[in-house]
């Protein structure tokens, strides 16, 4: 299945559609270290990204008449600075919004199906016109602001249009769908909540869900306070329940409901066979070099090794990614190495990073886990297989008659 992919990073999206049977005729990048990350890897002759056609530029810049129309899938996360909480929140007025370019790509490949991405400030009630507005506009991509309109005007045409009803099914239209996750839901040893806006073109009339979860906060604690096979699992002793979790230990104990999840994946599951990085065997694993310099202080105090890791951040120190910390057993601090932090964005080993450290902690900050990439393309791959299916099913009849 052909793919475009925007704002592609150091790759996490794209790597997760690759697995799930994309082929990318084009990864889109503005940022050179975030490139150099990719070329490194292709030089290198890493599998995934051997056949990728990168382009290091604007998206606004690329010449998209290279590319083939009604491709199947176009993917992408538009710069989250805009609508992120550590952000300056402007959204429509911050020149970095890149929504626009997105929809005017799809409006220009007319893609069967969409993935973006983006944080969950987007969500935030201050953003809800805007956030409907973007929605509106990726539903009705053929139908662009006028040179004589603001945001809001072009916001209450869409709305207009959108109420009559008399587009949908016609022209280029998409079956919208927004849903709010956690990537820890899904096998992600982080506690990472995104927003991913899914499209499905409506000629295609595909009925579509965004993918349950796979993983609960409920199976970790059975693990751990319940049946002990996390601590044995670890080889280490069971330490004392916090009193926090004890209520809610003792529902799960007394519960008949059968367990269907797997347990949520904590940092010391992600970190497990890595060397401490200050030991003399760390120089073997690539991008496993100690930082220094991490310490507590309020809002940033680390991520305990027996949950999921909170959400990586996209710096080095300070508010950007001064909480990007491993709260060891002694209780003290340390920076997550960025082969630790690659691991906790589910990128495999055998990726490296290009860059500084403070570098290639931005690139892993803003990626997509790309176990959960590969579990939303997956999905999304599977509905269009099956709607190509039904699409030849329904021309064997017409066939058969011409040749009778």
């Known amino acids: 299945?052909?793919?475009?992919?925007?704002?592609?990073?150091?790759?996490?999206?794209?790597?997760?559609?690759?697995?799930?049977?994309?082929?990318?005729?084009?990864?889109?990048?503005?940022?050179?270290?975030?490139?150099?990350?990719?070329?490194?890897?292709?030089?290198?002759?890493?599998?995934?990204?051997?056949?990728?056609?990168?382009?290091?530029?604007?998206?606004?810049?690329?010449?998209?008449?290279?590319?083939?129309?009604?491709?199947?899938?176009?993917?992408?996360?538009?710069?989250?600075?805009?609508?992120?909480?550590?952000?300056?929140?402007?959204?429509?007025?911050?020149?970095?919004?890149?929504?626009?370019?997105t929809v005017e790509v799809i409006r220009h490949l007319r893609p069967k199906a969409f993935i973006v991405e983006n944080v969950k400030g987007l969500t935030r009630s201050a953003f809800a016109n805007y956030f409907h507005y973007i929605q509106l506009q990726l539903e009705f991509p053929?139908?662009?602001?006028?040179?004589?309109?603001?945001?809001?005007?072009?916001?209450?045409?869409?709305?207009?249009?959108?109420?009559?009803?008399?587009?949908?099914?016609?022209?280029?239209?998409?079956?919208?769908?927004?849903?709010?996750?956690n990537a820890a839901d899904y096998g992600v040893p982080q506690k990472r909540e995104r927003v991913f806006i899914i499209g499905f073109r409506d000629d295609l009339e595909i009925e579509w869900s965004f993918p349950a979860p796979t993983h609960s906060y409920d199976a970790l604690l059975y693990e751990q306070w319940i049946s002990g096979a996390y601590w044995r699992?670890?080889?280490?002793?069971?330490?004392?329940?916090?009193?926090?979790?004890?209520?809610?230990?003792a529902t799960i104990r007394i519960s008949r409901e059968p367990r269907t999840t797997l347990p949520w994946r904590t940092v010391r599951d992600a970190i497990q066979g890595l060397p401490d990085p200050e030991s003399p065997t760390a120089f073997q694993v690539p991008n496993h070099v100690f930082q220094p310099g991490a310490r507590v202080y309020p809002g940033h105090t680390g991520s305990p090794l027996d949950l999921p890791a909170k959400t990586l951040k996209a710096g080095g120190h300070g508010v950007p990614g001064g909480e990007?910390?491993?709260?060891?057993?002694?209780?003290?601090?340390?920076?997550?190495?960025?082969?630790?932090?690659?691991?906790?964005?589910?990128?495999?080993?055998?990726?490296?990073?290009?860059?500084?450290?403070?570098?290639?902690?931005?690139?892993?900050?803003?990626?997509?886990?790309?176990?959960?990439?590969?579990?939303?393309?997956?999905?999304?791959?599977?509905?269009?297989?099956?709607?190509?299916?039904?699409?030849?099913?329904?021309?064997?009849?017409?066939?058969?008659?011409?040749?009778?």
Request: proline residues 6%; hydrophobic residues 40%.
């Open 142 to 181: 053929e139908l662009p602001p006028r040179l004589d309109e603001d945001w809001a005007e072009h916001l209450a045409r869409l709305q207009m249009e959108k109420s009559s009803g008399k587009r949908k099914g016609s022209g280029l239209t998409y079956n919208v769908i927004p849903t709010l996750v």
């Open 324 to 404: 990007n910390m491993l709260v060891k057993d002694d209780g003290s601090v340390r920076y997550f190495t960025v082969r630790e932090s690659a691991r906790i964005q589910t990128f495999p080993d055998g990726f490296h990073f290009h860059g500084s450290w403070s570098e290639t902690m931005r690139q892993l900050g803003n990626a997509v886990p790309v176990v959960l990439a590969q579990r939303v393309a997956s999905s999304v791959a599977e509905q269009l297989a099956l709607a190509e299916l039904k699409r030849v099913a329904s021309m064997v009849p017409s066939v058969k008659r011409k040749s009778a």
């Open 233 to 249: 699992r670890h080889r280490i002793s069971r330490p004392e329940m916090p009193d926090k979790i004890a209520a809610r230990v």
């Open 1 to 101: 299945m052909r793919s475009v992919e925007l704002f592609a990073g150091a790759g996490g999206l794209a790597m997760g559609c690759e697995i799930a049977g994309f082929e990318h005729l084009a990864v889109v990048e503005w940022d050179k270290w975030a490139c150099d990350t990719v070329r490194e890897n292709q030089k290198r002759g890493y599998p995934i990204l051997a056949g990728w056609n990168l382009h290091e530029g604007d998206v606004r810049a690329f010449d998209w008449s290279s590319i083939p129309k009604d491709i199947e899938l176009l993917a992408g996360g538009p710069p989250c600075q805009p609508f992120s909480i550590g952000g300056k929140h402007k959204a429509h007025h911050d020149g970095r919004d890149m929504f626009p370019a």
